[in-house]
Structures are given as structure tokens and as C-alpha cells.
């Protein structure tokens, strides 16, 4: 068995991680045969690791998913998609602050809908930013990056500062300068007129908003941040808090909840791509853009709804993470890292590869962070030096740093990832 | 050709001025709204100039970055305690002028601006800092200058200079009697959680080794990377090492205490069995984690917003009155508070601003402050009541223990090999920071 499952490195169908992990499991079953006796606490260890593993691959896995999109389909890389699910994460804040309102039957109900809420919010958010910012950097990588960086600081900054004023000044300004846009662009001569209108309009537009933000300034109320540098407290429903016993061990239900999301998710965004018109046009534009805009694909279009797409699925798991974690400005950044090494780890513009790589991380970085491997060592007589190299790196700290070192290895053996695209479409 | 990219330089150039002119005028908008402290800071120092006999005090903390959403608070109970004195008279009779200086959550911010409330604005003292780190880098600008820092914030200890008072807690006056108390009440067996950095990784120190010595078990410990959020391989830890439950002391700072807490509920560890006894969340961090979470668990401090005395009825009451209802006071605050007024009754007991007249005045000096009776002993720390609270459902917390009246510091821990045997008197000047006993 040992040395049947070491024959398929060789011919390539199993990369090194999917062996390990058959290794591993085999190697514990092995372990449930030779020690006799407490075998129903072993098979409950082996689901609680197998459960908190896949739970953490799941968090990975619904923050990186929008990311292998924009990343992995457009190769455009976004800083700020940390930023989209912070989004996703207040969108979420406010819309259980409106659900107080109604009470109790109503209230336990918020979550169902933050979640198209937090899509659509993120999803418009996405398609602004490709609009206004990423569009005129394609095949530009380094200014992306930088772009969205400054993007995602910019975001920041307006969770900790938006208030009506700055909204209604944003408002002002929008309606003056487009909507005069729009009006002159009737006329006839417009494209002789514009960069002249361009330049009256905006200074206009823009000394109104600033006349209007001096005058409202003493109004309080309107001055009054709506979320603060502080962070923000999200409750999971009562029906989302606690968690259901199986095996010995409880299953938490917000860990549930997040695994279901994500699978939907991932239905989701498989259905979409591979059964549907846009999703046929999206991978097509992926494959051979210029041979889909002569065929009378909208490319720009496309573009558009593909980050769409991919910032709406932040802003789910921006959702989904607040049930979790905190939700505060920087809430985005404590995941930016993680999302980008899934989807490296997992090959660029493969879904496969994605779940497969945010799945193995949560299972390692779980399995060596919580002791559990060196427990095991030790219940197989493993040697000394090994259990105790594996006991050294049992802390949340220090296993982040074995796992790093791991992908780290892994991609100096296969730098393109767990399954690199091949064929012409590689180049692109 | 060049006529049109005249235009269009004229066209972007105008622009750009316009838009950072709107940007500048909407966040003037915002600050003077919030009450902000940050925005005050320049009609205050016009004042001196004007009016000329004004006594002007620094007042040093991060008012922008990670570190802002603590200590903004503090300041704004400097700021309480300054405006009350200022309306009662001012001290010496003459008013006071805060000046503040933003140190921006950078460590060398923080030594660049003391320097420069030193020399430039010539504060008599300065009010300021909240992490170790800032503290540890501002400590010789304040040594070299020979000049005066007030702190306000519970830290690990092992630290006793002239040039500084120390209005937070020393471990003996929170970790230790938590620990105490736990033992007693709770439980022998102990998981120490923290975040990695120096003052969780000192204070499980000493937790261990009082631990040790007073027969308690630490029975494991994990620490979390500052700002991790994904704590499930330390619950599965403290399940295996406490299968029947057990105490957690949590030294976790900032975001990971809400992952801690949330995820802590969900893998069902109920405060009942596992009680979880927190040294930095305080009323205002109860607010952000969500106090669903945290009912029944404890936090260990030496002011809650909940003690019951005059002093602290009219603290709550004037504060809540100039910063809304909706606010709450806690610890870190209260110590900012007092320590403007110990300042205050040191240069009154002086009758001088001289840093050395006031800085020998101030040993000695009490105060019935809002945590109760307080003493400025001569090693530079104040002695403090000890305080147990159980968070409650409305989020603030139930006073659950508390000492007979204050504990004397000790700065220099007595549990830490290196400085067993070690203590502190700046009144004898044969003894100084650290000596043996």
C-alpha cells in the first residue's frame, strides 16, 4: 500500500501535497489497527482534526475564491481585494443594526440577507474600482498593484471617515460634474466642446461640494462618523452561536454554516463559468482576447462583470468572516496574505487548484499548530527527534512559519503551482 | 499640439488643487464634529502668546494609527481632568495649556516629539504614551532632559525610572492577585494565552512562576501573532490539556481577542466550565468584541465603571457629559484622569513649576480618586485597589472581588529570578531604581 500510493509521484497525478495527505491519513489508520482499545476517541480525533482542518480551509478557501477569479482569470493583481471584504464585513454591521429594529423573529434572520446585500455592495464596489482605476492598467502588473494598493488604503480611511457630510459632498459633486456631463453631451458638437466643459464643470462642481461641506460643517449630525476608527461588534444570530456535539467533540455552527456557504459558493461560481452564457464568454476572453473581440465579444464588458464577479465573492466572505473574527478598518489585511498564497499555492486561474490549496494549508497549518501531528508521532512510536522537531513547532507562531517554509519548498518543485494551466493559453 | 497640452495641463493642474481643496474641507468637517481631539490641539496653543501666563503641559499619544483607538480615550480623560481644573481656577492660579503632540503609533514618532514638547514648547511635564514600547523609547529623552512623563497604562513591571510616574498597574496590583483569586475560586489548573510580544510573554512568565509556587498546574500556552485571527488550533489545545475544564488566562491584545471569544463560544467552552480571565479588555474593548461573547467572563482591573463611590459618580457623570451618553470610562482612563491631578496637588504642594521642586512633591501626595484612595509612593508608582469583574448583560461589569483597601506596587517583580530581592526609592538617594533589600 506504502509503496503503491509512492508509484503515482512519479507519474505526475498526484502532486506532492495530495500524496502527503493520503500519507498521513493512511498512516493514521495504520495507527487505529496497532493500538487496541480506545479506538472510538481515535476515529473521533480523526474527525475533529479532519472538521477544524477543513474549517480553516474553508475560511481560506471563500476569501481566496473571489481572488483566483480577479487574479486567476484576468491576472490582475488586487491588493484591495482585503479591502472588498471589509466591505462585505460592515455591509454586514449595518444590516443586523437595521434588523434590530425589527426584533427578535426578524432579527435571527439578518445574516440570509447580508449576504446578497454584502455581494451586491462589494460587487459594485469591484466595478467601480475596474471602471474608474484597473481598466487603464491592463498588462500592467506593477501599476496595478500599486493602484490598488493605494485603493485599499483609501478604503481604510473612508470606514474610518465616511459621515453624511462626505457623503452628501461626494453627492453633490457626482450630480453636478456627471449630470452636466450627461446634459451637454446632447449636443451636437460635443466632442468639440468637451475638454472645455470638462474644464468648467469639474472646478464648479467641485468649489458647490466644498461651499456646501463649510456650510453644513456645524451641523453634528451630520458630522458624526458613521462606524469610527473603532471596531464594530457583528453577533451571529442565536441560531449561528454555539455549535452541535458529534463524536465526542462539538461542531460549531458558525464553522458549519461557513463550509455550506462555501461549497454554495463554489457551485456557484462553477455554474456561472461553465454554464453559463457570461461564463462562456469570460473564458473565452481568458483564452484569446483578441480572437473573442473580433468575434463580437464585449471585452470591456466582460472585464467589467469578471471583477465584479470576483469582488462580490469578497464581499461574501467578508460576510462570512465576521461571524469569526473582528470587523474593523483593517480587518481586510489579516486575510490579503493568506488569500495570495492559495492561490499561488494552487495554480494561477484553476478553481481545482484553489480548493485543493486552501484546503491542505488549513489542514497542515491546524494539524501542526495544534499538536495534533506530534501526538500522533508519538501514539505510532515515531523517533524522539521527530516528535520533538514536530512538539517545537506546535504553536500558532511557529507553525505559520513551518507552513510557509513547506509552500515555500513546494514551489521550488513546482513553481506554476499545484495545477498549472498548459498549452498556448499558459503564455497569456 | 502645444496648445492643447497647455490646455490639458490647465485642465488637470486645477483639478488636482481643487480636489485636495474639497479632501481638506471635508476632514476638517469630520474632526470638528467627532469632538476630536486631534483638532483642538491648534486653538490651544494660540492661547500662551495671548495670554501669557498660562502653565503648558504635553500631552503625547498616538492620535493616528493602529494604536489610536486606545489611546485617543486617554486623552480625552486628560483632557476631562484639564478642563475641570482649568475651570476651578487652573493650578498656581494660572490656567493650564495642554499641547498635543501625535506620536502616530510609531515607537521613534514618539522620542522625536517628546523632544520637541521639551525644547521647543517648554512643557513643565508631559502626560503621555500607552504601550511599553513607547514608553521604553521616549525613557531617554525624559532621562537625558531630566524632565518629567506621567504614564497611565497597567504594564508588565521591571521598570522604575526618576523621570517617570507610573499610574497603571504593576503586575502585584492586577496579574498576580487575578491569579490569586482564580486559584482560590476557579481552579488549579491554568492555559495561558497571549499575543507575541513582550508584555503577555512577561506576564506568563510570572504567572508561571507564581503558579509554581503557590501549587497551581500551567497545564499549557500558545501565543497568537499580533493581528491573527484564526484561533482553532488553540482551542483544540486547550480542550486536550483541560478535557474537564480549567482556567484560560488571556493576555490576547487587540483583534484576536474578538476570533478568541467568538470561536471560543462556538466549539461550546462555556465560562461555567472554562472561565477565561482577561488583563486587557476593559469596558470600552467589551463594546467592540460584542458582549454576547463575553457575559460570565472576567477581567481583572483596578477601576471598572461600575465601582461605587462619589469620586467616581462624578467622574462618569462629567465625562459621559462631554462626550455623550454613549461612551464608558475604564481603567487605562481613570489612571490618565488622576495623574493630572496628582500632578496638579504635587506643584500646588511645591508652589512651583520646577521639574525637581514638584518632581520631590509628588511623592506623598493622595488622592480620592474615582478607583478609591490612592498614594503616590517613592517608587514612583501609586498603590491601587484590586479589582475582579464579571462581564453582565448590559456589558459593563460586576464587581465580583475586590482588595481591603489599596496594594502597594512592586515595580521590580518578586516571582522573576533576575530581579527577586530588588525595589525601588527615589527618596533616598542611596537607593534609587534597583536596589537589594
Redesign the interface.
Known sequence: MFYDVRKFRGEGLFSPTIIDLVFLVHSWLQSFKRINGSINSQVSALI?GLF?GI??GS?LLIAALGLAIVFGLMGVINLAHGELMMLGAYTTFVVQNVFKLFGEPWFDFYIVVAIPIAFLIAAVAGMILERGAIRFLYGRPLETLLATWGVSLILQQLVR?V?W??VI?LGV?CLLFFGGITTLGRRENWEIIR?RA??FL??IA??I??AM??L??KI?A????WF?????????PAWL???V?VLG??M????LFIIALTIICLIGVYWFLHRSAWGLRIRAVTQNRTMSSCLGIPTAKVDALTFALGSGLAGIAGCA?S????V?P??G??YIIDTFMVVVVGGVGNLLGTVVAAMSIGIF??LI????LA?FLTSIDASKPLIDFFLFFA???M??VMVFALIITFLQIKPAGLFPQKGRTAEL | MSKLGRRKFLLYGSTGVVASLLLKGCAQGSDTGTGDPASSSDTSDAAPAATGDGIKVGILHSLSGTMAISETTVVDAEMLAIDEINAAGGVLGKQIIPIKEDGASDWPTFAEKAAKLIDNDKVVTVFGCWTSSSRKAVLPVFESKKHMLWYPVQYEGQECSNYVFYTGATPNQQIEPAVDWLLENKGKDFFLVGSDYVFPRTANTIIKEQLAAKGGKTVGEDYLPLGDTEVTAIITKIKVALPNGGVIFNSLNGDSNVSFFKQMQGAGLEPDKYPVMSVSIAEEEVKQIGKEYLVGHYASWNYFQTVESPENDKFVKAFKAKYGEERVTNDPMEAAYIMVYLWKQAVEAAGTTDIEAVRKAAVGQELAAPEGKVKLLPNHHISKTVRIGQVRDDGLFDIVSSSEGAVDPVPWNQYVKETKGFACDWTDPNKGGKYKV
Open positions: 475533529e477544524n474549517s480553516i475560511v471617515s459621515n457630510l462626505l459632498c459633486l475638454v470638462i474644464a469639474l472646478p467641485i468649489a461640494a466644498i461641506g463649510f453644513l460643517n453634528t451630520l458630522t458624526k462618523p469610527s476608527a473603532r471596531n464594530v461588534d457583528v453577533t451571529a452561536r454555539g455549535g456535539e467533540f462539538q460549531p455552527y458558525v464553522r468572516v461571524l469569526l473574527g473582528s474593523g483593517n480587518t489585511q489579516n497549518n491546524y499548530g495544534s499538536g495534533t501526538l504553536t500558532s507562531s507553525a505559520k
